[in-house]
Each structure stands twice: as C-alpha cells, then as structure tokens.
C-alpha cells in the first residue's frame, strides 16, 4: 500500500497535518483529565481514539471509509457523554468536525446532516440512560452545531483553494498553448518568407546556369556562357540581398517603399529572363504597413517565379493601384497551371494583414490578383 497516497496533500489547515496533531493532542489532554468510575469507558475512549486517527488519515484517500469510521466514533461517545466525568464529548466534537470538512462532491452536505442525526439522537438516549436534564442535551447539541459550522466554514475554504489551483493550471496550459500556436504561426511566416525568396532566386539561378550549360555544349561558346555565370553570381548576390531584406522584415526594421521594390523586381525578373515585363501604377501612392508590403512584394515574387516555371518567355503585365487600400495583379500570355506552396503561402501572408489572393486563368491568359483593403 502506498503510504504517501493515504496521507492528507495539505500541509496546513484543519485537514493538514499540523491541524491532526494538534487535534490529536487536545484529545488526549481533555481525555486524560477524565475519570469515569468504570474500567469499560476507558476501552471506548481508547478504542473511539485508535478509530479517530485512522479516519483522520484517510479523510483525503478514502472519504467514505474515513465517514464510516468517524460516524462510529461520534455516536459511540455521543452514547457515552452522558456519564459522569467521561469526557467523552471531546471526540464526538472532532469526529463530526473532519466529517464536516470532508468534501463528498456529489453527495453534497447529506453525509454530515445523516451523521447530525445520528449524534442527536445518541445524545437524546445518552440524556435518557444516565439521567441527565434537557439542559444538559440542548448544550451538546449547541456544541455539535458550532464545531459542524466550523468544518463545514473550512471544508469551503479547501474547495475554493482546489479550485483555484485547477484554475492556475488550465491558465498555465493555456499560456503554454498560446505560446505554442505563436511559435508555429511564427515558424509558418518564416517558411513563406524563405520560399518566397529562394523560389525566385534559385529560379533564376537555374535557369542561367542552364543556359550557361547550353552553350558550353551545344556552341562552345565560352565567352557567352561567362557572362551567364557572371549573371548568375549578380542573382546569388541579389537573393542574399532579399534574404536580408525578408530578415528585417522579421524583425519589424523598415522595408523599402512597395512601388519601387515592385519595379525592381520586374526589372530584376526582365534581366534574368530575357522576358517582356510591363509595370503600370494607378492612383495616388502611399506607403503601406510593412507587413502589407512584404506581403505584396511576396505574392509578386511568387507570381513571376510560376510565370517563368509555366510560361517561359511570355510577356507580362504588373498593376499597382493604389484605391482604397492596394491591389497587385499579375498577368501573363499562356496558361500557368498548378498550385503549390506558394500560392498557399501567399493566401496565408495575404490573410495575416487582412488581404485575399485570386488566381486562375483570364481567357487565355493567367491572372493573379493580391488586394488588401484600407483598415
């Protein structure tokens, strides 16, 4: 049997163990100052004691149990206090205490009003049998109800005490849970931001290294495939530059102004792929919201990365209209088809500063659409 498991948890209190000893210790001394002419009272009272102790311990384990042995004890000795000198009422008094503080949870407070009557009407025989007035029962009784009080006034106090510490905890674990959807939000930002940047970057990279290939072997031309390799260095260069920009952006530092990062992105992309890219803005610029910003210059990433993949060498056209908050649209001849994690991580960057994303063809062209509204 594990010991630990039957001892009260409190360190304190009624129910505690320091309120046991205490407890324990002022019925041996009240018990000690008795003297019943009778050798059998001293059995009860030593026997009543034993069985008083082993119910105090197990109140936290095993209530029903502890009830059970408790009950015994306060009729035994409330049959008993009417003789002389027993003092007897001391263990009726702690007995039906620690029944009073024991919580029953679904039997409520019927456990104690059944041991109440129980004690009153072994007061009543107790008043009967050794002759004893009604003054003398209506004072036992008094007694009873202030020390029932009492337990019940402290076993509300151990129930509000285990409610709050239930409380604290479902308060700690949701802190622990709040932190946890924080981090992996974080973490999915993050990989937006990485795949943005290194899908476009890469992309190009490939793809200048492809041509570089293409003509070492197919034309041996070496001076042209130097120039793709030395363009294809201006890329690595320019895709660290973006990957620090992405870094900064993290980290809430400033980011360049959305019209012009959105022209040097074309640009960019016009360079590396030998592609037709048209930029028009309408309306009165504003500077956005960083975090709309980044979003808008990622789903423009992510749009003439799918174009180059999907539709190489097909022209494209970007718009940037300012009205009523900022909307990007991406268009280029030929279908795209397919989406993967970009369009995805797009939706979601899109989604976090309040905006949507469109995509799917135009007649036969491919359009994406990114739009976030004035707040």
Same mark, same amino acid.
């Given at each position: 049997?594990?010991?630990?498991?039957?001892?009260?948890?409190?360190?304190?209190?009624?129910?505690?163990?320091?309120?046991? &000893?205490?407890?324990?210790?002022?019925?041996?001394?009240?018990?000690?100052?008795?003297?019943?002419?009778?050798?059998?009272?001293?059995?009860?009272?030593?026997?009543?004691?034993? #069985?008083?102790?082993?119910?105090?311990?197990?109140?936290?384990?095993?209530? $029903?149990?502890?009830?059970?042995?408790?009950?015994?004890?306060?009729?035994?000795?409330?049959?008993?206090?009417? $003789?002389? /000198?027993?003092?007897?009422?001391?263990?009726?008094?702690?007995? &039906?205490?620690?029944?009073?503080? &024991?919580?029953?949870?679904?039997?409520?407070?019927?456990?104690?009003?059944?041991?109440? &009557?129980?004690?009153?009407?072994?007061?009543?025989?107790?008043? =009967? =049998?050794?002759?004893?007035?009604?003054? =003398?029962?209506?004072?036992?009784?008094?007694?009873?109800?202030?020390?029932?009080?009492?337990?019940?006034?402290?076993?509300? $106090?151990?129930?509000?005490?285990? /409610?709050?510490?239930?409380?604290?905890?479902?308060?700690?674990?949701?802190?622990?849970?709040?932190?946890?959807?924080?981090?992996?939000?974080?973490?999915?930002?993050?990989?937006?931001?990485?795949?943005?940047?290194?899908?476009?970057?890469?992309?190009?990279?490939?793809?200048?290294?492809?041509?570089?290939?293409?003509?070492?072997?197919?034309?041996?031309?070496?001076?042209?495939?130097?120039?793709?390799?030395?363009?294809?260095? +201006?890329?690595?260069?320019?895709?660290?530059?973006?990957?620090?920009?992405?870094?900064?952006?993290?980290?809430?530092?400033? #980011?360049?102004?959305?019209?012009?990062?959105?022209?040097?992105?074309?640009?960019?992309?016009?360079?590396?792929?030998?592609?037709?890219?048209?930029?028009?803005?309408?309306?009165?610029?504003? +500077?956005?919201?960083?975090?709309?910003?980044?979003?808008?210059?990622?789903?423009?990433?992510?749009?003439?990365?799918?174009?180059?993949?999907?539709?190489?060498? /097909?022209?494209?056209?970007?718009?940037?209209?300012?009205?009523?908050? #900022?909307?990007?649209?991406?268009?280029?001849?030929?279908?795209?088809?397919?989406?993967?994690?970009?369009?995805?991580?797009?939706?979601? +960057? !899109?989604?976090?500063?309040?905006?949507?994303?469109?995509?799917?063809?135009?007649?036969?062209?491919? !359009?994406?659409?990114?739009?976030?509204?004035?707040?």
């Amino acid at each position: 049997m594990n010991l630990k498991a039957l001892l009260p948890t409190r360190p304190h209190g009624e129910s505690g163990w320091v309120g046991r &000893i205490l407890t324990a210790g002022v019925v041996v001394a009240v018990l000690a100052t008795a003297r019943p002419a009778d050798g059998w009272v001293w059995v009860v009272l030593t026997v009543s004691f034993v #069985v008083f102790v082993i119910g105090s311990v197990l109140m936290a384990s095993r209530p $029903y149990a502890a009830l059970v042995l408790l009950s015994a004890v306060a009729v035994t000795n409330a049959l008993i206090a009417g $003789y002389p /000198q027993s003092n007897s009422l001391a263990l009726v008094l702690v007995a &039906i205490t620690d029944i009073a503080v &024991i919580d029953f949870e679904r039997h409520g407070n019927r456990p104690i009003v059944a041991a109440g &009557i129980g004690v009153a009407a072994a007061y009543a025989g107790s008043a =009967w =049998w050794f002759g004893q007035p009604d003054t =003398w029962y209506f004072t036992q009784l008094l007694w009873t109800a202030v020390l029932v009080a009492f337990g019940l006034n402290r076993r509300q $106090y151990e129930v509000q005490a285990r /409610q709050t510490e239930q409380l604290l905890e479902q308060t700690r674990l949701a802190q622990s849970e709040h932190a946890r959807a924080a981090a992996l939000e974080e973490r999915g930002r993050i990989a937006r931001e990485l795949h943005d940047v290194l899908a476009h970057s890469l992309g190009a990279l490939s793809v200048q290294l492809e041509v570089a290939e293409a003509l070492l072997d197919e034309r041996d031309d070496t001076e042209g495939a130097l120039e793709r390799v030395r363009r294809s260095r +201006r890329l690595a260069v320019q895709g660290l530059t973006e990957a620090r920009n992405a870094v900064a952006a993290l980290r809430a530092d400033s #980011v360049p102004d959305l019209a012009e990062a959105v022209a040097a992105l074309a640009e960019q992309h016009e360079n590396d792929h030998g592609t037709a890219v048209r930029l028009s803005v309408t309306g009165t610029v504003v +500077r956005a919201d960083s975090g709309v910003t980044v979003a808008l210059l990622g789903a423009a990433r992510e749009a003439l990365t799918n174009a180059a993949r999907h539709a190489p060498g /097909q022209p494209i056209e970007l718009q940037l209209a300012y009205s009523e908050g #900022v909307r990007l649209s991406v268009r280029n001849k030929g279908a795209t088809t397919g989406e993967g994690f970009g369009l995805a991580g797009m939706r979601e +960057r !899109l989604a976090l500063v309040g905006g949507t994303l469109t995509a799917g063809p135009d007649g036969d062209d491919w !359009l994406v659409v990114a739009e976030v509204p004035n707040e």
